[in-house]
Nanobody
Framework: HVQLVESGGGSVQPGESLRLSCAIS????????MGWFRQTPGEEPGGVAS???????DYANTVKGRFTGSKDNAENTVYLQMNSLNPEDTAMYYC?????????????????WGQGTQVTVS
């Protein structure tokens, strides 16, 4: 049974930081591409960051230099450190996993999804 559980969302003021976590079970964490996505009402999920099985990261242009993705293989957990948050970052944030190569920021490429965690910046 595959399970992805996000945590760490909340309400912050512009300029502040949040760290999202995604605990994964039921998949081979060391072989999977991990993605972070965000979604606002009426929109499709948009790619934010990806963390490949070797730790290589990729980012959407809108978050480069502010967000950092990482993984802890021992804890089967993926993280998204978000700094210098602004109101445009307000969204529901999801982590996702898939056995794909190369790793992707494209939501249709991912089969396994968490339930999401809300981030509000105002």
């Amino acid at each position: 049974h595959v399970q992805l559980v996000e945590s760490g969302g909340g309400s912050v003021q512009p300029g502040e930081s949040l760290r999202l976590s995604c605990a994964i079970s039921g998949i081979s964490f060391s072989r999977a591409c991990m993605g972070w996505f965000r979604q606002t009402p009426g929109e499709e999920p948009g790619g934010v960051a990806s963390v490949d099985k070797d730790g290589t990261t990729d980012y959407a242009n809108t978050v480069k230099g502010r967000f950092t993705g990482s993984k802890d293989n021992a804890e089967n957990t993926v993280y998204l450190q978000m700094n210098s948050l602004n109101p445009e970052d307000t969204a529901m944030y999801y982590c996702a996993a898939e056995y794909i190569w190369p790793c992707s920021l494209n939501s249709p490429d991912f089969h396994y999804w968490g339930q999401g965690t809300q981030v509000t910046v105002s």
